[in-house]
């Protein structure tokens, strides 16, 4: 059992859990942009152009109304 005088104060506040899917896929620039990868580079790679490959290369960065929800599931992130 915790006990709590003045003097020692416990800290029963819930830590926020990071959503795991979004922290796998997400991560953060050093001036805080969301990063994301491109899809298209698994499979069926010889019916697409040089110039869409090097575009899918890149790594994108998010808009700033969809990076809200990416920083909801990954508190910690920045």
Known sequence: MLKSTNSDKVDLSMKLKTKKA????FSFSATGKV???HAGR???LSKKSNV????????GY?????????RKCMPYGE
């Open 22 to 25: 979004a922290a796998k896929r």
């Open 35 to 37: 990063k994301f990868g």
């Open 42 to 44: 698994r499979h069926l």
């Open 52 to 59: 869409k490959m090097l575009g899918i290369r890149a790594d």
């Open 62 to 70: 998010m808009t700033d109304g969809d990076a809200r929800h990416v």
